[in-house]
């Protein structure tokens, strides 16, 4: 079974655990391929952060934060996705040598599947409820798997109906979720596979490790962090967004040696 890991490089002031680290391009080029070296099949390269209630922006100052670092990272050889909602970022970074568009928007901005179609690039289709700026104020779910699983399928078709095939699917822990919602969505993981696409997660020092962990720092939800990132391959994910790609990838080796019969193995 391989499982993949995407390396988060956040080249942005504010994200929530890791904003004004990598801010200028060539600090943002080294850590990015230090997540390459340390394992990441590729690095996804964000300039907006996400986090809720984060302020949306400019699509100028978004391509002025990825494009140069796209292009250093590509340039030594480092496969590249882009973390934006918007089209023309994602074409852009496209353009610079990127291989796949992660939008936690779903593919819902028109123009978004084309860009990646135009390109033949894949896509991370992640469900999110509402607008980062509003989505925690709307977590509560009659039938969150049930609700996520619908909302996947419509962004699953936008990408389909164009013809892209390499599309990962991303239930969006966080996204308009509370802890309750996060961990009904990594227990019944499984209930997603049949979508018939591979399961991409991204739990890394979200809050809901902070509140399972008693952490308060981003920084500090590391183990906690490694442990939901196990709880999602034993629910069939194939791929984990990570911060601390090192750790996770050990801990990747060591599980999947002494526990190869996991759900929806790949
Ligand atoms: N989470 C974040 C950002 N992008 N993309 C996908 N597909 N899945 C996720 O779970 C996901 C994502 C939020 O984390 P981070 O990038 O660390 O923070 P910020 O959005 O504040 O930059």
Redesign the pocket.
């Known amino acids: 079974m391989n499982v993949r890991i995407a390396g ?1 490089l ?1 080249v ?1 002031p504010d ?5 004004g680290r990598d801010a200028s391009a060539a600090a943002a080029i080294s850590r990015g391929l230090t997540l390459w070296a340390e394992g990441a099949a590729w690095v996804d390269v ?1 300039g907006e ?3 809720p209630g ?1 302020a949306p922006v400019e699509e100028s100052e978004e391509l002025r934060r990825v494009l140069p670092v796209i292009e250093g990272l590509v340039a030594a050889g480092a496969p590249v996705s882009i ?1 934006t909602q918007k089209p023309h970022v994602a074409r852009a970074a496209l353009a610079a040598g990127a291989r796949l568009v ?1 939008d ?1 928007g779903g593919l819902r901005a028109p123009g978004m599947a084309e860009a990646a179609a135009e390109f033949g690039a894949g896509v ?1 289709v ?1 469900h999110m409820r509402g607008e980062p700026q509003t989505m925690q104020r709307h977590t509560r779910y009659d039938d969150v798997v049930g609700e996520v699983r619908a909302g996947l399928e419509r962004g699953l078709r936008r990408a389909t109906d164009l013809g892209i095939t390499e599309i990962w699917l ?1 239930p ?3 996204f308009g979720k509370d802890t309750q919602g996060n961990l009904t969505l990594l227990r019944r993981l499984p209930e997603l596979l049949d979508l018939g696409f591979p399961l ?1 997660v ?1 739990a ?2 979200k809050s809901f490790i902070g509140e399972l962990t008693g952490r308060d720092a981003p920084l500090e939800r590391g183990y906690g962090s490694v442990g939901a990132a196990l709880a999602a391959v034993v629910g069939g994910a194939s791929a984990l ?1 990570v ?1 601390d790609v090192a750790a996770t990838r050990d801990a990747l080796a060591v599980f999947l040696a002494a526990r190869p019969a996991v759900v929806g193995a790949a």
Request: no cysteine; glycine share 18%.
């Open positions: 988060v956040n942005t994200s929530f655990s890791d904003g964000g952060s996400t986090r984060a973390d992660n936690v991370v992640m991303d969006g822990l966080g991409y991204g890394s020092r967004r911060h």
